[in-house]
């Protein structure tokens, strides 16, 4: 069934909604731990088009953001056919949509001239980077620039253009990081080509930047320069966000440079150049005792011991393993207990161990992918781009618990929230859940 709007008194209601147990809230890109686990326990393993679909609702445009969710709000970005950009708001447990917030339009371009400009990958557009959300604070950044914050009823708060403010984009595929909310502030990320060696071109800045959440005003900029060349120096990551040492850390990855910066100054606090690669989709997770992540353009996996992560410059020696074989380029890795698990974007499942980097077991799944997997209740969920969810256990033994098939390309990544996943397709979004 597809809801139609029904208006503002809808809106209002969402704060004060009793039906429905508040649970594990999915805040911005990856959860609110941007690691990809949930901590709900009932979810549905099996679904169909017509099984164990709570709702499903049409959207006025396409995009590869995540749905984000507090309390029994759900915002998602879009970009209509018109070029005109869009925050979606959504009741998550009816699916009705009670508001849709214009927040300006764009030009998607598909080419340009070489190195001087961004242009879009055909599987983007400018509705890539996740919303963030908190306290009913909604932070939104389009691949065109804008950041702008908005409040639940659908008031702008404040709205800034990076590119405007800090120069167009270069990087090569289309701007796609996502913004976070960290103690009182948005931060953001600008990951890009440098044309530094390019004759008569003033280098391109990379660099991360926080504005106050409340007025937008500027808190702090920091460049992040690593020498990458040409496209290695593109990322399309999101920090990792980690309470360590009594600081709150930002860590990158991206430009062959994984680092670290802190939330309330933006001083870089350590960093382990040299992991030379190429362009970086792929972000880093963790666990209380290793950082992973992915060198770009599928190169290794490998595993940073957080023991000999302190100041300055990380010895070599903290990356603890190594591994080149199967490695994603798009999707991220999920940790489950001692159990890291990847999907490369050609299908194939891999389970390793968290301390070697030692193949448990690999298998392909088929279907190509780019959402990233997501893990709840003692299961790994992938999602490939043909709307088919494979569901695996968690486990050092193989076991494909379920297939699970939708009648949509499916590039986002799911959200989890209240015992229901929330799948973004091209054309519909989906609360797979059981009825209330």
């Not at 508040?22 to 979810?43: F, I, K, L, M």
């Not at 891999?350 to 690999?362: D, I, L, P």
């Not at 190509?368 to 494979?390: D, I, M, Q």
């Amino acid at each position: 069934m597809l809801y139609r709007p029904i208006g503002l008194a809808i809106l209002l209601i969402v704060a004060v909604m009793t039906d429905f147990a508040v649970g594990d809230d999915w805040r911005a890109w990856r959860g609110g731990r941007g690691d990809g686990v949930s901590q709900e326990t009932d979810v549905p393993l099996t679904w169909s088009e017509s099984e164990n679909i709570r709702w499903k609702a049409e959207l006025p445009g396409w995009g590869g953001s995540t749905p984000v969710i507090q309390d029994a709000g759900l915002i998602i970005t879009c970009q209509d056919e018109n070029g005109a950009l869009f925050l979606q708001l959504f009741d998550k447990n009816y699916g009705s949509p009670l508001r849709k917030i214009k927040v300006g339009t764009g030009d998607v371009p598909r080419t340009s001239p070489k190195r001087l400009r961004q242009k879009f990958h055909n599987l983007h557009n400018l509705a890539s980077p996740s919303p963030t959300v908190h306290h009913k604070s909604i932070a939104v950044h389009f691949g065109n620039g804008v950041l702008a914050v908005y409040d639940f009823e659908g008031n702008r708060r404040w709205e800034r253009n990076l590119q405007e403010e800090y120069g167009a984009y270069t990087v090569w595929w289309g701007h796609a990081n996502s913004p976070l909310i960290v103690d009182g502030k948005v931060i953001s990320v600008c990951m890009q080509d440098s044309l530094s060696d390019l004759k008569d071109q003033k280098p391109v800045e990379s660099y991360l930047v926080a504005h106050d959440l409340m007025t937008g005003d500027l808190v702090w900029k920091t460049e992040r320069m690593t020498g990458a060349p040409a496209e290695q120096a593109d990322a399309y990551t999101t920090p990792l966000v980690r309470q360590r040492n009594g600081q709150t850390e930002l860590i990158v990855m991206g430009g062959n440079q994984l680092d670290a910066y802190d939330a309330q100054t933006g001083k870089q606090i350590w960093y382990l150049p040299g992991l030379e690669g190429g362009r970086t989709v792929t972000g880093p997770t963790a666990d209380d005792k290793r950082i992973y992540c992915t060198r770009g353009m599928r190169g290794p996996l490998l595993a940073v011991d957080l023991k000999q992560v302190t100041t300055g410059q990380v010895p070599e020696s903290a990356i603890v393993w190594e591994e080149k074989q199967s490695t994603p380029d798009t999707p991220c890795p999920v940790v489950v207990d001692d159990l890291l698990f990847t999907v490369t974007d050609d299908g194939i499942a891999v389970c390793r161990e968290t301390a070697t980097g030692e193949v448990v077991w690999k298998e392909r799944l088929g279907g190509k992918f780019k959402a990233s997997p997501v893990a709840v209740n003692g299961r790994v969920y992938f999602l490939n781009t043909e709307g088919l969810c494979s569901v695996l256990a968690a486990d050092r033994e193989f076991q494909k618990l379920a297939e699970n098939k939708l009648d949509d390309e499916t590039i986002a990544s799911p959200a989890i929230s209240d015992g229901c996943i929330y799948i973004r397709g091209r054309k519909n979004l989906y609360c797979i859940g059981k009825a209330p």
